[in-house]
């Protein structure tokens, strides 16, 4: 019975570090330190939420740059789906190659002044199938298809890629990209500058 009672106390004493007291500290601090990445890192146009720059959503009008492929969910860019948002469909499996191919046909539909090789980023997914982020080549290959949807000059729409094309972390971790809904936003705002 003793050595039942130390175990109970022992379980009960780390419940209550574990469980409480340290989410409770590192909420606190996060809070405290980076209290917009703590809450999401939410983008807020006007006072409404638009999304987070974290998370990839679906964009597919013509005037927006669009992100990459998504599997997760259903209908893609669902985060709370069951199952994660990988397809975990190898290179040689029919189903993934006909979605790359007919992700290509779409993009050179809906980008027709674009003739170069398509980005890999905007025909995959990632793993998580919420990549908030494209590639500037990516963004670049949609920089005509922008322009004449907004009546802006590509030279305008190239200008926005670049001010938001953020480098490698530190300076070698990972590749340069664009995140697609703050470039989104940064194009609604210069539209309602003009």
């Not at 209908?75 to 469909?89: E, Q």
């Amino acid at each position: 019975m003793k050595q039942l009672m130390i175990a109970v106390r022992a379980t009960l004493v780390l419940a209550l570090v574990t469980g409480v007291a340290y989410p409770l500290l590192v909420t606190g601090l996060s809070q405290l330190i980076f209290p917009h990445q703590a809450n999401g890192s939410l983008a807020p146009v006007h006072g409404k939420i638009v999304g987070s720059e974290l998370i990839g959503q679906r964009f597919t009008k013509p005037q927006y740059f669009h992100g990459r492929p998504s599997a997760a969910g259903n209908d893609g860019y669902d985060a709370i789906a069951p199952g994660g948002g990988a397809s975990n469909y190898g290179p040689t499996n029919q189903k993934l190659v006909d979605r790359v191919q007919a992700d290509m046909k779409t993009f050179r539909a809906e980008n027709p002044t674009f003739t170069g090789p398509v980005p890999a980023d905007l025909l995959t997914t990632s793993g998580s199938g919420l990549d908030p982020d494209i590639s500037p080549a990516s963004a670049e290959a949609q920089a005509g298809r922008v322009a004449s949807a907004r009546g802006m000059t590509v030279e305008a729409v190239r200008q926005l890629i670049a001010a938001h094309t953020q480098g490698r972390q530190f300076g070698i971790l990972g590749e340069p990209r664009v995140n697609v809904l703050e470039l989104n936003l940064a194009l609604d705002q210069a539209a309602g500058a003009k």
